[in-house]
């Protein structure tokens, strides 16, 4: 069991429970529940892919806190894990694992805790390269045949949360962000490997059926935030920019911006 610990080695509360999507270690996810007297309604689904530039030095437990706070706000959160460069993933393993959660978790819930969460009321997110991956995940039918993790079909999600978010794969590697992380993830360069790219990259698939917010501080000196206002002037994407916010003010149940992106939140669920 990971600890839960988010950025700031702040502790939360262990999950209720881990349900598994696969026979590897890291094929689970981490179950949050609402409170009992959240309401008769089943909860809203959350779920939450983490970030760390989709390295194996990261895993879910630094979302832990967040997870928690939005149980405690009614929420039914999955914290989803799935391999990572350097620990068996990379291209294609991240992108079946992100594929196989989508389509299991949320039967497995299901089975677990019956009647506690709402089908219809699906929401993915996630943190930097966990907010690619959200977006992703929602594309998945519009990935061209025969490519890891396509979906024939719209992905039964009501919206996507990327919160600062890489969702250009191109650009990242030219930056070289966080240490040519999407050269490992993918193999190579767009030049090199042009239909991992096609086959990944949000900027490079368009916008997903499900509607799409997104937040990013503009003191994100992690994943810039022109990154974001690019994607939002190119897809059907609304984005919420926040002065003053860096990298993990985004995910912190303890930041000023919090609301706000409670607010992003709440606007998927409830439209």
């Not at 009992?36 to 959350?46: D, N």
């Not at 991956?133 to 025969?146: E, I, N």
């Not at 890891?148 to 999600?157: A, C, D, Q």
């Amino acid at each position: 069991m990971v600890e839960n610990r988010d950025v700031f080695g702040r502790p939360s509360p262990a999950p209720d429970l881990t349900v598994s999507y696969g026979p590897h270690p890291d094929l689970v996810a981490d179950i949050r529940l609402p409170p009992a007297t959240a309401g008769p309604r089943p909860a809203p689904l959350l779920l939450l892919w983490h970030g760390g530039f989709w390295r194996a030095e990261y895993d879910r437990a630094y979302l832990g806190p967040m997870a928690s706070d939005l149980a405690g706000r009614g929420f039914l959160v999955a914290s989803v894990e799935y391999r990572r460069t350097g620990g068996g993933g990379g291209w294609p393993t991240t992108f079946t694992d992100v594929a196989d959660a989508a389509d299991a978790v949320p039967a497995l819930i299901e089975q677990a805790v019956p009647g506690r969460v709402d089908q219809c009321r699906v929401v993915y997110a996630g943190h930097s390269a966990g907010g690619h991956l959200a977006v992703w995940a929602a594309l998945r039918d519009r990935l061209p045949a025969g490519a890891p993790g396509r979906s024939p079909s719209i992905p039964h999600v009501t919206g996507v949360l990327a919160l600062a978010p890489v969702l250009d794969l191109a650009a990242a590697y030219r930056l070289g962000l966080d240490g040519d992380a999407v050269g490992a993830l993918l193999g190579g360069s767009p030049e090199k490997v042009p239909g991992r790219y096609a086959a990944t990259d949000p900027a490079a698939l368009g916008a997903p059926a499900p509607r799409v917010v997104l937040v990013h501080g503009d003191r994100d000196e992690r994943v810039p935030l022109d990154m974001s206002r690019r994607y939002q002037a190119a897809a059907r994407s609304r984005l919420v920019e926040l002065p003053g916010a860096d990298h993990f003010a985004v995910i912190d149940p303890a930041s000023a911006v919090w609301p706000a992106v409670l607010d992003a939140l709440n606007l998927l669920v409830e439209g």
